[in-house]
Antibody, heavy 116, light 109 residues
């Protein structure tokens, strides 16, 4: 079965960077994109960026341009999201999601990033 | 940038009732590339509807989507206790830039 596994919690200081991982299984990793979506406490969903593991092509929401890097390691079927210059308003749960033709059909369980 | 506005913000209904949730786009959604997600507290979202009206795998037929252009609707025909959650619409238009609505909270009356 398709699974996207993310690990727990990160605590970072303002100005630092965080790198969150998302390990995929149960499907051909290179055949689907990976998107990153975040959710601040008590708030809605915010799309951040997307990558094609097959081509390495990326797209980022304008808000995160220059501060966000999404990558994949096809040898381990793992996606990564790195956000730099962290601020307190970056405190959120960060989800990865398998992406097919723009829809997010499977999601990781999320990683809580606290900036304090 | 396309903006999706959902209404109402909160909907209070009883089990067995019919729920109608709205999503309005600031410009036409190309190819009706609109999806709906359900999110329960402390969980990841779950894909319900894609292409405005196609149910995702395993989604009960009490969930249906409709609409085109700028106006879309998610209907839950007979609410079950497990349906009370937050619902989001999302557009995936002509380029790889995705947008979510602000969400509608469906709560038990």
């Amino acid at each position: 079965q398709v699974q996207l596994v993310q690990f727990g919690t990160e605590v970072k200081k303002p100005g630092a960077s965080v790198k969150v991982s998302c390990k995929a299984s149960g499907y051909t990793f290179s055949s689907y994109g990976i998107s990153w979506v975040r959710q601040a406490p008590g708030q809605g969903l915010e799309w951040m960026g997307w990558i094609s593991p097959y081509s390495g092509n990326t797209m980022y929401a304008e808000k995160f341009q220059g501060r966000l890097t999404v990558t994949t390691d096809t040898s381990t079927s793992t996606g990564y999201m790195e956000l730099s210059s962290l601020r307190s308003d970056d405190t959120a749960v960060y989800f990865c999601a398998r992406t097919i033709f723009g829809k997010f059909d499977y999601w990781g369980q999320g990683t809580l990033v606290t900036v304090s | 940038e396309m903006v999706l506005t959902q209404s109402p913000d909160t909907l209070s209904l009883s089990p067995g009732e019919r729920a109608t949730l709205s999503c309005r786009a600031s410009q036409s959604v190309s190819n009706n590339n609109l999806a709906w997600y359900q999110q329960k507290s402390g969980q990841a979202p779950r894909l319900l509807i894609f292409g405005a009206s196609s149910r995702a795998t395993g989604i009960p037929d009490r969930f249906s989507g409709s609409g085109s252009g700028t106006d879309f609707t998610l209907t839950i025909s007979r609410l079950e206790p497990e349906d009370f959650a937050v619902y989001y619409c999302q557009q995936y238009g002509s380029s790889v830039m995705y947008t979510f609505g602000q969400g509608t909270k469906l709560e038990i009356k």
